[in-house]
Antibody
Framework: QVQLKETGPDLVQLTQTLSITCTVS????????VHWVRQPPGKGLEWMGA???????DYNSAFKSRLSISRDTSKSQVFLKMNSLQTDDTAKYFC??????????WGQGTLVTVSS | DTVLTQSPALAVSPGERVSISCRAS??????MHWYQQKPGQQPKLLIY???NLASGVPARFSGSGSGTDFTLTIDPVEADDTATYFC?????????FGAGTKLELK
């Protein structure tokens, strides 16, 4: 069955770089698109960007200057890297797979706290 | 960016019908999707492309609308439906979500 799982640090220091891995199973990254969505504690959802099945990427312009998404298809992994972290980057980070343009499958998310 | 506006909270009694609205700041065709999120969990897809029921979702949930005005309806509401409901559009770049409607049961 389709599964996504995020792994990353619980704590990141202010101004440092965040790296999260999304490991998927039950489908191929060359067939489906995988997106990153984040949710600050007690707040709403924010789309960050996407890794398209063809290998291209798309980013929310709110993050474009400091966000990078990449993948390793041989390991079925999608990577998120975001630099210059601030306290308002504290959030749960989800990876999600689309079917069409909607998020049909989600990982459980990983909570990242940015500490000063 | 396309702003999606939802009412912040609703309270209904079990067995009643509830409609949750989502208004877009610009047209999104039928590319509006609905999710349910319970505390500590990931969102769950309920409705895609305005009115299509996602796999495994009870028929108590339905969606309608096009253009800028959309509605998620739950009829009848059950105790397990206590959650926050988000709309999301994928017609305009970037994808955006509504702030969520928290549904409480009386």
């Amino acid at each position: 069955q389709v599964q996504l799982k995020e792994t990353g640090p619980d704590l990141v220091q202010l101004t440092q770089t965040l790296s999260i891995t999304c490991t998927v199973s039950g489908f191929s990254l060359t067939t489906y698109n995988v997106h990153w969505v984040r949710q600050p504690p007690g707040k709403g959802l924010e789309w960050m960007g996407a890794m398209w099945n063809g290998g291209g990427t798309d980013y929310n312009s709110a993050f474009k200057s400091r966000l990078s998404i990449s993948r390793d298809t041989s390991k079925s992994q999608v990577f998120l890297k975001m630099n210059s972290l601030q306290t308002d980057d504290t959030a749960k980070y989800f990876c999600a797979r689309t079917t069409g343009d909607w998020f049909a499958y989600w990982g459980q998310g990983t909570l990242v706290t940015v500490s000063s | 960016d396309t702003v999606l506006t939802q009412s912040p909270a609703l309270a209904v009694s079990p067995g009643e019908r509830v409609s949750i609205s989502c208004r877009a700041s610009e047209g999104v065709n039928s590319y509006m999707h609905w999710y349910q999120q319970k505390p500590g969990q990931q969102p769950k897809l309920l409705i895609y492309k305005a009115s299509n029921l996602a796999s495994g979702v009870p028929a108590r949930f339905s969606g309608s609308g096009s253009g800028t005005d959309f509605t998620l309806t739950i009829d009848p509401v059950e105790a397990d439906d206590t959650a926050t409901y988000f709309c999301q559009q994928s017609w305009n770049d970037p994808y955006t979500f509504g702030a969520g409607t928290k549904l409480e049961l009386k």
